[in-house]
């Protein structure tokens, strides 16, 4: 969250945008990226929807203006910005050490191992790198466990199915390829989340053309072939 007057470094500013995912570039042109020139830092937050440049003064915000994105001029100002960050995975720079020792205690230190401790010093492909969330963020937990009666759509299950069995396989592979050592908790299989909805949708076919609606225990199906 930045504001007009507050006090932070243009050098801290572009640290903290970094850590949150976003990527340097020459000209802020799409989503997620940020540019520097002198004392002037445009940005491209993923929650707006146009490039913003702020203005610094020392080390104080001068001024927040939108731009254009074709002519990168000024258009208005603002009082204040709200940046959010690309990724779930948030880890401050202190705290990777700790988070590398972490991930080396289940994984043996594999050249992939090694490249994917780089890129999380380097913030680099985050949005690859989900497999050590359980590692950076102490409080993980899969989605559905935060809901007391979860409710699932599936809008074509046996196809689902059939791209899990892959996908599974790929994991699998990956994990052996990295001597993984510990508890396999990433993701979630159909099965378990079948098991754990309170309630299962199952949307077949064309929805608009549903012609019945059959209700069984703990699930509803929707069908369009009566």
Do not use: W
């Not at 020139?37 to 702020?54: E, L």
């Not at 890129?119 to 590692?135: F, G, T, V």
Request: one cysteine or more; proline letters at 3%.
């Amino acid at each position: 969250y930045l504001k007009v007057g507050q006090e932070i470094q243009l050098k801290k500013l572009v640290e903290e945008l970094v850590i949150r995912g976003y990527k340097k570039v020459s000209i802020t042109e799409e989503l997620g990226t940020f540019s520097v020139r002198g004392s002037i830092v445009d940005i491209y937050p993923i929650n707006k929807d146009t490039v913003y440049r702020v203005n610094f003064f020392d080390d104080e915000i001068e001024t927040i203006k939108r731009v254009n994105i074709q002519t990168q001029m000024s258009e208005g100002k603002e009082q204040s910005l709200n940046i959010f960050p690309l990724y779930d995975m948030y880890y401050d720079q202190s705290e990777i050490e700790q988070i590398e020792k972490t991930i080396l205690k289940d994984h043996t230190l594999t050249e992939k191992v090694e490249k994917d401790l780089t890129k999380i010093k380097n913030y680099d492909s985050l949005d690859q790198l989900y497999i050590y969330l359980p590692y950076i963020d102490p409080n993980y937990t899969p989605f559905l466990t935060l809901f007391d009666e979860p409710i699932c759509f599936f809008e074509d299950l046996n196809h689902i199915i059939d791209h899990q069995k892959p996908a599974l396989l790929e994991i699998t592979e990956y994990l052996l390829s990295v001597k993984y050592n510990g508890k396999n908790d990433y993701f979630l299989t159909i099965e378990e989340i079948l098991k754990m909805s309170s309630k299962n949708i199952f949307l077949k076919n064309n929805i608009s053309s549903l012609n019945d609606i059959k209700l069984s225990v703990g699930s509803i199906n929707f069908n369009s072939n009566v």
